[in-house]
Nanobody, 115 residues
């Protein structure tokens, strides 16, 4: 059974930082390209970042490039997202997912950035 559990969200002031974690099980995480996506209130899913199974080729959406860092711990099957210099427009529910999945499987974690 595939499981992805996001954590680490919260309320932070503009300019602050958060680190999200996604604990996974039930699939071959070490061989899977993973991604983070987010959904702001009243909007659709937005791709945030992806990382291949080696962890050596991250890519980022323009809105977060230079501020967010995606990483992974393959032995522990955990995906991370370090978010720095957060802005109010980063407010959203953040989901991790297999890059091949169009719909995230997890419940996500809420990130709220106050101005």
């Amino acid at each position: 059974q595939v499981q992805l559990v996001e954590s680490g969200g919260g309320l932070v002031q503009s300019g602050g930082s958060l680190k999200l974690a996604c604990r996974t099980s039930g699939f071959a995480f070490s061989f899977t390209t993973m991604k983070w996506v987010r959904q702001a209130p009243g909007k659709g899913l937005e791709w945030v970042a992806s990382i291949d199974y080696t962890g050596e080729s991250p890519s980022y959406g323009n809105a977060v490039k230079g501020r967010f860092t995606i990483s992974r711990d393959n032995p522990k099957s955990i995906l991370y997202l370090q978010m720095n210099n957060l802005k109010p427009e980063d407010t959203a529910v953040y989901f991790c997912a297999d890059s091949a999945d169009s719909i995230p499987r997890g419940r996500g974690t809420q990130v709220t950035v106050s101005s």
